[in-house]
T-cell receptor, first 115, second 115 residues
């Protein structure tokens, strides 16, 4: 099946710094990618839809200036957590649908810990 | 807005027992339905999906799910579980015909199978 990778798999940073997370589709092109956040023992919450060549679409309650998304190419989307704070600590997961719809293929996730 | 409910948060079974995990959604229109599984330390993987046609769909590893439109349900079943089925199971829904593939997830059900 289609493969989606994420880098880094885990990152620890100091409060106030910015962290960039990459999501790549390895064997297919994706005009759309999705970024989710997963809290322990809870569901995946969609944060934003990343669109190649245009601005990302953010879900209600997600600060677009804090979570910067750039869909640089048909195989790469990045999520930058700016001025990270401890409450941003979470598991961030990206997904991409090869055909532009469903099903989606998920990356392995990035564990962010902000000290 | 759409929502997905998984009423069983944690299910514990012995090997060879039968499994049924409940999933209900709230959306009046056409839907696409999915079950994803997340094994410990791994990323989300698609178990099965329903787009249209036969409401009884078969997935990988002996899992199946039945779409009952009148009950807004898409329960996951397996006649005989194995220890290796220990994982977190997520039900997800997207509006049929959605070109964005925007998924709504349930909060997940942790399945623990004792050998």
């Amino acid at each position: 099946g289609a493969v989606v990778s994420q880098h880094p798999s885990r990152v620890i940073c100091k409060s106030g710094t910015s962290v960039k997370i990459e999501c790549r589709s390895l064997d297919f092109q994706a005009t759309t990618m999705f970024w989710y956040r997963q809290f322990p023992k809870q569901s995946l919450m969609l944060m934003a839809t990343s669109n190649e060549g245009s601005k990302a679409t953010y879900e209600q309650g997600v600060e677009k200036d804090k979570f910067l998304i750039n869909h640089a190419s048909l195989t790469l989307s990045t999520l930058t957590v700016t001025s990270a704070h401890p409450e941003d600590s979470s598991f961030y997961i990206c997904s991409a649908p090869p055909t532009g719809g469903n099903p989606q293929y998920f990356g392995p996730g990035t564990r962010l810990l902000v000290l | 807005a759409q929502s997905v409910s998984q009423h069983n948060h944690h299910v514990i079974l012995s090997e060879a027992a039968s499994l049924e995990l409940g999933c209900n959604y709230s959306y009046g229109g056409t839907v696409n339905l999915f079950w994803y599984v997340q094994y410990p330390g791994q990323h989300l993987q698609l178990l099965l999906k329903y787009f249209s046609g036969d409401p009884l769909v078969k997935g990988i590893k002996g899992f199946e799910a039945e779409f009952i439109k009148s009950k807004f349900s898409f329960n996951l079943r397996k006649p005989s579980v194995q220890w290796s089925d220990t994982a977190e199971y997520f039900c997800a829904v997207t509006a049929g015909g959605s070109t964005l593939g925007r998924l709504y997830f349930g909060r997940g059900t942790q399945l623990t199978v004792w050998p």
